[in-house]
């Protein structure tokens, strides 16, 4: 499922949507989401993201993700479940419009679980 860190898949969904984010970060891929213009928009994506309510998430965990000996994902005991969860993809987004362009600091000033633009 998982590389440990070994290569980084990216899946470049089709909007913000909340499921098609969960779908393809559920396959261990890290998602790259166009068209973020806002710094609400860029905190609802980071939430459709992470999991834990500490991380502001609201991905459901999937039981699958941590089976030993199946799965291959790097686990930190020192962590907890959705910490090392929220540790395995990256979220990348895409500023295509001159208001994401103006509103580019502040969304990383006040969103700072974004990982690459």
């Not at 909007?15 to 969960?22: E, F, K, R, S």
């Not at 987004?93 to 690459?116: F, H, S, Y």
């Amino acid at each position: 499922m998982g590389s440990e860190g070994k290569t980084i898949p990216f899946v470049r969904v089709p909007g913000h949507n909340h499921a098609a984010i969960g779908f393809a970060m559920d396959a261990s891929a890290s998602v790259i989401i166009p068209q973020i213009e806002t710094v609400k928009q860029a905190r609802y994506v980071v939430s459709a993201t992470k999991f834990g309510r500490a991380s502001n998430g609201m991905r459901s965990t999937p039981p699958f993700r941590l089976i030993s000996k199946i799965t291959d994902i790097r686990y930190d005991k020192s962590l907890s479940l959705h910490q090392n969860l929220n540790e395995q993809a990256a979220l990348m987004i895409q500023v295509e419009t001159l208001e994401g362009i103006k509103n580019l600091d502040a969304m990383l000033t006040e969103v700072p679980d974004i990982d690459a633009v």
